[in-house]
């Protein structure tokens, strides 16, 4: 299967470059877009690494996060980032540190998930994905919307004033975030640059 085949038009998402011949099967491939988007982003949660002082790991999930919706666009991103949530609640351990369900201080980072994977969508619609500082420029935007929830989220949940959760729940993730950015920057323009669109 080809995806040169498949040439993007202008609001064209990479996800939108999967053939599909038919309205059905444009129907099962998103379905099977969404669901991936959600395994994956469940298995990069799985990527944690305590950091000393604070309830919130560093994890690859805010990062699949953001690649999920700049991937697939803002509906099928926010609708794999649902599935990711509503699952997680349910009791599946596939939040950071193989947590589920809805208590911990760091779920306001999942809820921001899904305004990020909105946002970072809707973005690479308007090509916000297709050059390095454009993509520098949708990551940071899309970590700013999960900060902008997961913080306030945290000092809630845990009593802390909101310096103190600036300091637990965002300064030390930004020099992860800006490596996580690095990488996107490479990975999406790559590519769009490999599948010959611009």
Same mark, same amino acid.
């Given at each position: 299967m080809s995806l040169a085949a498949s040439p993007a038009r202008p609001g064209a998402v990479l996800a939108d470059l999967l053939p599909a011949s038919s309205t #059905?099967?444009?129907?099962?491939?998103? *379905?099977?877009?969404?669901?991936?988007?959600?395994? *994956? /982003? &469940?298995?990069?949660?799985?990527?944690?690494?305590?950091?000393?002082?604070?309830?919130v790991p560093v994890t690859g999930q805010t990062f699949a996060a953001l690649l999920v919706g700049t991937a697939l666009g803002a509906r099928r991103g926010l609708?794999?980032? =649902?599935?990711?949530?509503?699952?997680?609640?349910?009791?599946?351990?596939?939040?950071?540190? +193989?947590?589920? +369900? #809805?208590?911990?201080?760091?779920?306001?980072?999942?809820? +921001? !998930?899904?305004?990020?994977?909105? *946002?970072? $969508? #809707?973005?690479?619609? %308007?090509?916000?994905? %297709?050059?390095?500082?454009? /993509?520098?420029?949708? !990551?940071?935007?899309?970590?700013?919307?999960?900060?902008?929830? +997961?913080?306030?989220?945290?000092? @809630?949940?845990? &009593?802390?004033?909101?310096?103190? #959760? =600036?300091?637990? $729940?965002?300064?030390?993730?930004?020099? $992860?975030?800006?490596?996580?950015?690095?990488?996107?920057?490479? @990975? @999406?323009? $790559?590519?769009?640059?490999?599948?010959?669109?611009?």
């Amino acid at each position: 299967m080809s995806l040169a085949a498949s040439p993007a038009r202008p609001g064209a998402v990479l996800a939108d470059l999967l053939p599909a011949s038919s309205t #059905a099967r444009a129907r099962v491939r998103d *379905l099977v877009l969404v669901v991936s988007g959600a395994a *994956l /982003t &469940g298995l990069a949660a799985q990527i944690s690494v305590p950091v000393p002082g604070s309830p919130v790991p560093v994890t690859g999930q805010t990062f699949a996060a953001l690649l999920v919706g700049t991937a697939l666009g803002a509906r099928r991103g926010l609708l794999s980032l =649902v599935l990711y949530t509503l699952v997680g609640m349910a009791g599946v351990p596939w939040f950071a540190e +193989g947590s589920s +369900g #809805a208590s911990a201080p760091s779920f306001g980072y999942v809820l +921001g !998930m899904l305004l990020a994977a909105t *946002l970072t $969508g #809707a973005l690479a619609r %308007r090509g916000g994905d %297709r050059s390095v500082p454009r /993509t520098a420029g949708t !990551m940071v935007l899309g970590s700013a919307v999960i900060y902008a929830v +997961g913080v306030p989220y945290l000092a @809630l949940a845990t &009593g802390m004033g909101l310096s103190e #959760a =600036v300091a637990a $729940g965002l300064t030390p993730f930004l020099l $992860g975030d800006a490596l996580k950015a690095a990488l996107a920057m490479g @990975l @999406l323009p $790559g590519a769009w640059k490999l599948l010959g669109e611009r």
